[in-house]
Nanobody, 115 residues
């Protein structure tokens, strides 16, 4: 069983920074892909950033140059450093990891950016 626990969310003013962390526990393999996704209010879930073995990092267009994803190892943790936050970054952020056809998700953590 794989468990993911996100932390570091909260409320911040526009222009501020937050650092999200995802700790993985249980019987865990080396994950191929690790990433962060978000669901803005009233919208569908979208990719924020991913880091994949042999591929490297990918970012959603709206966060390029402001967010940075990193990981301790292929077993976590997964970190999302968010700088220059904007009100449009508000949403529930989810950590996700996968290997092969299996993927796992955290419960999500709320990030609120006020103007």
């Amino acid at each position: 069983q794989v468990q993911l626990v996100e932390s570091g969310g909260g409320m911040v003013q526009a222009g501020g920074s937050l650092r999200l962390s995802c700790v993985i526990s249980g019987i865990i393999p080396s994950f191929d892909t690790m990433g962060w996704y978000r669901r803005p209010p009233g919208k569908q879930r979208e990719m924020v950033a991913t880091i994949s073995t042999g591929v490297g990092t990918r970012y959603g267009d709206s966060v390029k140059g402001r967010f940075t994803i990193s990981r301790g190892s292929a077993r976590g943790p997964v970190i999302l450093q968010m700088n220059s936050l904007e009100p449009n970054d508000t949403g529930v952020y989810y950590c996700s990891v996968g290997y092969g056809v299996n993927d796992y998700w955290g419960q999500g953590i709320l990030v609120t950016v006020s103007s």
